[in-house]
Every structure is written in structure tokens, then in C-alpha cells.
């Protein structure tokens, strides 16, 4: 007990110390890019310190629902479950952040807001679409099947991911290739101000599940509690 | 595979005995054709301007028409409490599944090929001897719809007060980019003639098909258990 609170103290100090400075890095330290070098929109660009990383956690957070639904699956214990229940809320939300994030700078750099040609925004946005039909999912199930409907609609949901991916090779990606030309085109500025920007992020995503998490085991303990004593 | 044949021949069997959902299926996707004829009717399309519109028509008419079928695959027998039946009985899981999978294909399929008649009769419209390649694509896209929807259906039933809305919602983000996409683009090229440029998509489509099935059989059993 006293292990965990010490490790959330820690976890706490490292988010805000990683937030503050990735805000710092991403619009100081970072330098803009050029229009020369093909960019029409330098300024906006700057979002990308704040849409990747978005954009990782959300994956992240969708890889553990994958995880903890196979988990419980296995051997169905309550704390698989609410793992994932705490991390698929969290993926939404960032997921919601990159796909609004994504347009802002979309309409500066491109003149347009969405392009369904591009194949990354339309995969994930088709994630965020499965992820709200999970949660909606869980919201309209029965306790007592919940857990185990969920987990395999989770599982399907993120083994749809790379199929979709493969679906989707056909057509003309106009998404900019970070991970591909990170050699070339990307300066080590630029890729320490990413690299903050995900660690501050993927911090910021631990402490909010652990506060789901225990959020969501102090709901159940209530329930057990109502149960008890005879209530609803 | 036997007990899964004898599982469909029975749905099937107690399906033509009342019509009901065939009858509706067929209705609804009557409905779908003149709403899209009333849709287009300010434009009054020619043959050449409706050409790029035959397939995105014809597949929306199949899904949301099959989706209908699907609803009631399983609430038919949860509600009767005739599923409890099914699981008590000495075979595999999975193999309620797999008659599932053939029930629900053969009607499925049976509204798709009137859903077809009528966009003839409503849009007047000539195949140019291309009906057998989009028969090939129906087939198949089709049926990897059905390998889907079957499993999200028996997710979906759980769901008492929703379940309506929710077979939609969770089917819709699945099989949007595996297989709306290229049984849309498959069916558009094989209308223009060339099965052959279909092949890519037609190949994604039986591999999805197989891996569908595949998920579904590891993860059926946890579906129904109680």
C-alpha cells in the first residue's frame, strides 16, 4: 500500500515535470520548419509536438485493452477487466485529441480539414469508432457478461487494426511519414521535442489509469457494499 | 460441420415456416431502392451518371438489409430461451456458429439477389453481360459480411433493451474498411467488365473471410457462455 502511493507520488511529479517541459520544447527549443523546405503552414506545425504524442497513447491505451482482454479472458479476473475498462476510456479521449488536433493543423498545411484518401487518419479514425462502439457496448450489456463481451469485442476490435491497414494499402497515403524518413527530413531537435512530447504523454497516460483504476475499484466496492446490506 | 448443417437447415427450416424476417428483409431493401430512386430523382440520372452510383446503391441496399437478418439470428432464440437449448446440447460451440454463419448466408444472400432484380426494375438497368462477375463479388462479399456480422450479432443480443441500435454500431466500424471498401471497389470493377482487376480486392476479401472465421471460432465459445 505504501509502495503504491509512493510510486503514484513519483509518477505524478514525472508527468507534470515531462508536461511542463514538452510544452516548453515544443514551442521554444523546437525550431519551425521552413517553407522552403515545403511546408505551407510553419507555424500550425508546431501542433505535431501535441498530435503525436495524442496520437501514441491512443494507441497505447488501445494495445492494453488488446492485452487485458486476452488476459481475462484466460482466467477472468476482475482486475483484467477493469484495466481495460479504464484504458479504453482513456484511448477515447485520446484518440478524440488527435483527430481534432489533426484537422487544425489539416486545414493550415493542406487548405482542407479532412482527407479520407489519407490512410492513418481514416484508420484511426475507424479505431475511435470501435472504441466508442466498445464502451457503448459495455454501457448497454448486463453485469454479470459485461466483463467477458467486452474482452471479445476488444479483441476483435484491435485485431481489425492492422487488417483495416492492409485493406487500405491501395490507396495513396498523404499522411506525413514521421517513422520512414526520420533520417532525412527530421532534425534532432525536432526529434527530442517529439521524444518529450510522447514520454510527457505516456506519463500523463499512466497516472490517469491508475486514477481510473482506483476509481473504478472504489465503484465496485460500493456495489459489493449495496449488495450487503440489502440495497439495489 | 454436421451439427452445424443441421443447426442451419433447422433455422432455415423454422424461417420459411413464417416468412416474417425474409418478408421484412425483402421489404426494407424494396424501401432502401425507391429511396434511392427518390434520392436521385431531382438529377433524373442517365445510364452513364448512375454508373459510378450502382455499386455504393447496391451495397448499402446488402448491409443494411442483412443487417436486419442479423438481428434477429439470435434474439430469435434468446428470446424463446431455445439458445439454452442449443448449448446444452452434447457438441462443440463453435458449431452453433457455423450453422449461424449458413442460416444466416442463405437468406442473406436470397434478399441480396431481389435486392439485385429490383435496382433492375427500379433503375432500368443493364448489366452488359457483367451480372456473373458482381454475382462472384456478391458471393463473396456477402459472406464475409455474414462470418462478421454472425459473431458481432451474438455479442450484440446480450444487449437487451439496445441490441437494435447496437449490432449496427459495433458492425459498422469493423467491416467498414475490410469489407464495405473492397466489395464496393470489386463490384465497380467488375461492373466495368474486368474481373481481373477485382482479383486484389476479391483476394483481400477471402483472406478477411478466413481470418474472420478464425477469431470467431477461438472466441465463440466466450461469447455464449453463461
Redesign the interface.
Known amino acids: 500500500m505504501k509502495f503504491d502511493k509512493r510510486l503514484e507520488t513519483v509518477i505524478l511529479i514525472l508527468t507534470v515535470f515531462f508536461v511542463l517541459l514538452s510544452i516548453y520544447t515544443a514551442l521554444i527549443y523546437t525550431p519551425e520548419v521552413r517553407e522552403e523546405d515545403g511546408w505551407s503552414a510553419p507555424k500550425a506545425q508546431k501542433i505535431f509536438y501535441f498530435h503525436v504524442p495524442a496520437a501514441w497513447v491512443s494507441f497505447l491505451a488501445f494495445g492494453v485493452v488488446f492485452i487485458m482482454s486476452v488476459l481475462y479472458l484466460k482466467n477472468s479476473l476482475r482486475k483484467w477487466d477493469t484495466i481495460a475498462f479504464a484504458s479504453a476510456e482513456i484511448g477515447v479521449v485520446f484518440c478524440t485529441l488527435a483527430i481534432v488536433t489533426g484537422p487544425i493543423w489539416g486545414k493550415a498545411e493542406w487548405g482542407v480539414y479532412w482527407r479520407w484518401e489519407d490512410t492513418k487518419l481514416t484508420i484511426t479514425f475507424v479505431l475511435w469508432l470501435i472504441f466508442l462502439a466498445y464502451l457503448l457496448l459495455r454501457g448497454g450489456v448486463e453485469s454479470e457478461n459485461k466483463a467477458r463481451l467486452a474482452a471479445v469485442f476488444g479483441i476483435i476490435g484491435f485485431a481489425c487494426v492492422p487488417l483495416s491497414f492492409i485493406s487500405s494499402r491501395i490507396w495513396q497515403s498523404m499522411h506525413p511519414n514521421v517513422v520512414a524518413t526520420s533520417e532525412g527530413s527530421m532534425s534532432s531537435e525536432t526529434g527530442i521535442g517529439l521524444l518529450v512530447g510522447v514520454v510527457a504523454f505516456s506519463f500523463l497516460y499512466m497516472f490517469m489509469l491508475r486514477k481510473r483504476i482506483a476509481i473504478q475499484e472504489m465503484a465496485s466496492k460500493i456495489e459489493d457494499l449495496k449488495e450487503k446490506i440489502g440495497g439495489i | 460441420m454436421s451439427q452445424g448443417l443441421a443447426i442451419a437447415i433447422k433455422d432455415i427450416k423454422t424461417e420459411f415456416r413464417t416468412k416474417e424476417m425474409v418478408f421484412s428483409m425483402l421489404v426494407f431493401s424494396l424501401f432502401v431502392m425507391v429511396a434511392f430512386y427518390f434520392a436521385f430523382y431531382f438529377y433524373s440520372l442517365s445510364s452513364e451518371a448512375l454508373e459510378p452510383l450502382v455499386s455504393p446503391i447496391l451495397w448499402v441496399t446488402f448491409f443494411f438489409a442483412g443487417m436486419f437478418g442479423l438481428l434477429t439470428s439470435f434474439s430469435k432464440e434468446k428470446d424463446r430461451g431455445s439458445l439454452e437449448g442449443l448449448m446444452l446440447c452434447p457438441m462443440d460451440r463453435s458449431a452453433i456458429y457455423f450453422g449461424k454463419v449458413l442460416s444466416n448466408y442463405f437468406l442473406i444472400l436470397l434478399v441480396d439477389i431481389f435486392a439485385l432484380i429490383f435496382f433492375v426494375l427500379f433503375f432500368s438497368y443493364d448489366f452488359n453481360g457483367n451480372l456473373l462477375p458482381v454475382l462472384v463479388v456478391v458471393f463473396l462479399g456477402t459472406f464475409c459480411f455474414v462470418v462478421s456480422g454472425t459473431?458481432?450479432s451474438g455479442?450484440?443480443v446480450?444487449?437487451?433493451?439496445?441490441?437494435g441500435v447496437?449490432i449496427p454500431?459495433?458492425l459498422?466500424?469493423?467491416i467498414?474498411?475490410?469489407v464495405l471498401?473492397?466489395s464496393v471497389?470489386a463490384t465497380s470493377k467488375a461492373l466495368e467488365g474486368d474481373i481481373i482487376d477485382a482479383i486484389?480486392e476479391l483476394r483481400?476479401l477471402g483472406?478477411?473471410a478466413v481470418?474472420y472465421i478464425a477469431?470467431a471460432y477461438l472466441?465463440f465459445d466466450?461469447?455464449l457462455?453463461e
Open positions: 459473431l458481432i455479442i450484440a446480450n444487449a437487451q433493451d439496445i441490441r447496437l454500431i459495433l459498422i466500424p469493423i467498414l474498411l475490410t471498401m473492397p471497389n486484389p483481400i483472406v478477411f481470418i477469431i472466441l466466450f461469447v457462455e
